[in-house]
Nanobody, 128 residues
Framework: QVQLVESGGGLVPAGDSLRLSCAAS????????MGWFRQAPGKEREFVAA????????YYADSVKGRFTISRDNAKNTVDLQMNSLKPEDTGVYFC?????????????????????WGQGTQVTVSS
């Protein structure tokens, strides 16, 4: 059974950095793509970034491109999201997700319904 556990959220002032980590277990993830999504109060869940576990190709939402970096550590089975130059609009609950078909698909998906497994989320709050 796939388990995803996020950590690293917190409260920071605008301009600061945070690093989120997602610990993945229960499967061999070499054929998967992994994604980070976020959800602000009263808003729909939105795509942040994705990475193909094998090969490491990445894809970012325009709103975070140049500020956020997604990476994976094959030895530790973790997927990290380094967030720099944080803005108040980055506030929300951040979720890690796993897409079993993402390794073989020609594109990395930004659609939540293509991700079958989700973590419980970690809160990120950026104060102005």
């Amino acid at each position: 059974q796939v388990q995803l556990v996020e950590s690293g959220g917190g409260l920071v002032p605008a301009g600061d950095s945070l690093r989120l980590s997602c610990a993945a277990s229960g499967r061999t993830f070499s054929s998967y793509a992994m994604g980070w999504f976020r959800q602000a109060p009263g808003k729909e869940r939105e795509f942040v970034a994705a990475i193909r576990w094998s090969g490491g190709s990445t894809y970012y939402a325009d709103s975070v491109k140049g500020r956020f970096t997604i990476s994976r550590d094959n030895a530790k089975n973790t997927v990290d999201l380094q967030m720099n130059s944080l803005k108040p609009e980055d506030t929300g609950v951040y979720f890690c997700a796993a897409d079993p078909g993402g390794g073989s698909r020609w594109y990395l998906s930004r659609h939540p319904n293509e991700y079958d497994y989700w973590g419980q989320g970690t809160q990120v709050t950026v104060s102005s």
